[in-house]
């Protein structure tokens, strides 16, 4: 296990060459030593692995269903550990807790920032915050999973408990393949959002950095007051497309670019995710419309609010959404409940949970007419399995713990309890965006809140089980790993 972990913490340092790179290119001295030190501590701690372990690199890994999960959530951990070294040693995070906390936001694609004045941030740190989003939008894992031939044979249970959602598609025999099939679609989808945001007349540095946030669902910005900065309906509006599709299931996106309308048509979650977001940006246009200057505004204000919380992007429109009514800020909470698609790159619950538990409520209530009948669930216009209800059940109840359990944490500090729930939810769900002062709260909390809050992340992201199976006597027992 450590060899594989050196393997991957050693691959996963090189992803700072470029940053360190446009430190060099910039003059920022300061940052390229930062980032110098960051990559050869793990390539140094990778190396002494393998030199007092006296075995080279290996050839091929089988994982097991603990010891995959294991691995995840210790890649996971190297990598935000590792992350927050450039923000420390550069001194532009003076503790450590929030070095850590800004690199988890970063690799969960929360969008949470403890840095007040984001403007004043060298463009090679800027970078690589950018980069966190990204390589943690589409996992960590799907990208090692796809580029290095060791993790092939064990590449299912990897990225089984690294992706969102209940179910995993495959696209390909090998999983191999369909993590190269989301990457190159992820990549696409980039460069594709980057050159519209140039046509728009944004700077190349600008359009490429918010490209990674908006395709990764993540919501760091170069600027203060984020999208807003840049005043343009435009801009906008394509963040807000590209926010949509991402929230997208990208089994779904391979499909829809392949021609398979029928199969997107049938899909039980994509219905409910426009469904939501139809009535979403209704009622919150309709609330907002006395005080906007047009009924154009207030429903593009409405969508792209709407779709920021829904997709848990973050993105903030101008004007300030915290002062909006009650019925509109009511929505956009209840959004922070839901989550977009499983297999997106947006973080919460997923729809697909909540579709299985109404279908499954409608069949109680049918038995209540009819106590002998027999009735099934049905998702995409099939019967489901009776495991699906005992899963999206399950993992909602976890869900909701863990939400009131760093409620409680917020709480501890002095938070009120309204912005405590806020920005529990905002953190377990990876939104990075609350209501009311809960942003606010992230500036002044104590360092053992940020370390709190830094594991609701990372367990979040993981989408809870992961993480919590690591704390129960079942998931070190039972483990197979082979290697050669």
């Known amino acids: 296990m450590l060899r594989l972990l050196a393997v991957f913490w050693g691959l996963e340092s090189l992803s ?37 372990s006296g075995k080279g690199l290996p050839r091929f890994a089988q994982f097991g269903a603990s010891e995959g999960i294991r691995f995840v959530f210790f890649a996971w951990t190297l990598s935000c550990l590792t992350g927050a070294l450039p923000y420390w040693l550069s001194g532009h995070i003076p503790s450590f807790s929030g070095a850590v906390f800004e690199s988890v936001s970063g690799f969960t694609t929360t969008g949470a920032s403890v840095i007040p004045d984001l403007e004043a941030l060298p463009y090679s740190l800027h970078l690589w915050r950018g980069l966190t989003h990204w390589l943690g ?21 990897l990225v089984k408990a690294e992706t969102t959602g209940p179910e995993k598609d495959r696209l390909t025999p ?89 199969e997107a048509a049938a ?35 409405a969508f792209f609010m709407s779709a920021s919380v829904l997709t848990t992007t973050g993105f903030i429109p101008a004007g300030d959404y915290t002062l909006w009514p009650p019925l509109a800020q009511a929505v956009l909470f ?25 279908k499954q409520m409608k069949n109680e209530m049918k038995k209540l007419l009819f106590p002998r009948g027999v009735f099934a669930i049905r998702i995409d216009q099939k019967a489901g ?10 993992f909602i109840f976890l869900y909701y713990a863990f939400v009131l359990a760093s409620a409680l944490l917020v709480c501890s500090s002095g938070t009120p309890l309204f912005d405590s729930l806020n920005t529990s939810l905002f ?4 939104i990075g965006i609350g209501l009311g002062k809960s942003n606010a709260v992230l ?15 990372l367990a979040g992201r993981l989408e809870l089980m992961t993480v919590l199976v690591l704390f129960t006597p079942g998931g070190w027992r039972g483990a197979r790993l082979y290697v050669r």
């Open 137 to 157: 939008g589409i996992g960590i894992i799907v990208f090692t999973v796809a580029l290095v031939p060791l993790f092939d044979a064990g590449a299912f249970r």
């Open 334 to 358: 209840l959004l922070m409940f839901s989550g977009a698609c499983s297999g997106s790159t947006s973080g919460g619950v997923k729809l697909i949970r909540y579709v299985i538990l109404a």
């Open 385 to 394: 399995r009776r495991d699906a209800v005992y899963s999206a059940a399950g």
């Open 174 to 262: 090998r999983i191999a393949g369909t993590a190269k099939i989301f990457i190159l679609i992820y990549v696409s989808l980039t460069a594709l959002q980057t050159l519209l945001f140039l046509a728009g007349g944004m700077n190349w540095f600008d359009a490429v950095f918010h490209s990674f946030s908006t395709v990764a669902t993540g919501g760091f910005s170069t600027h203060n007051d984020s999208i807003a900065h840049f005043n343009s309906p435009y801009v906008e509006w394509v963040s807000l497309v590209f926010m949509v599709i991402s929230g997208l299931n990208f089994s779904l996106v391979y499909r829809l670019l392949r021609g398979r309308i029928r």
């Open 267 to 301: 899909n039980s979650e994509a219905r409910a995710y426009v469904l939501v977001i139809a009535v979403s940006v209704l009622l919150v246009a309709v609330s907002i419309l006395p005080s906007s200057a047009s009924s154009g505004a207030a429903a593009r204000r």
């Open 443 to 457: 500036y002044t909390a104590p360092a053992y809140t940020r370390w709190g809050l830094s594991f609701l992340m």
């Open 427 to 430: 953190m377990v769900g990876n």
């Open 16 to 52: 700072m060459a470029a940053p360190l790179a446009a430190a060099l290119v910039l003059g920022e001295t300061g940052m390229a030593g930062a980032f110098c030190l960051s990559m050869a501590l793990p390539l140094l701690a990778a190396l002494a692995v393998f030199v007092f």
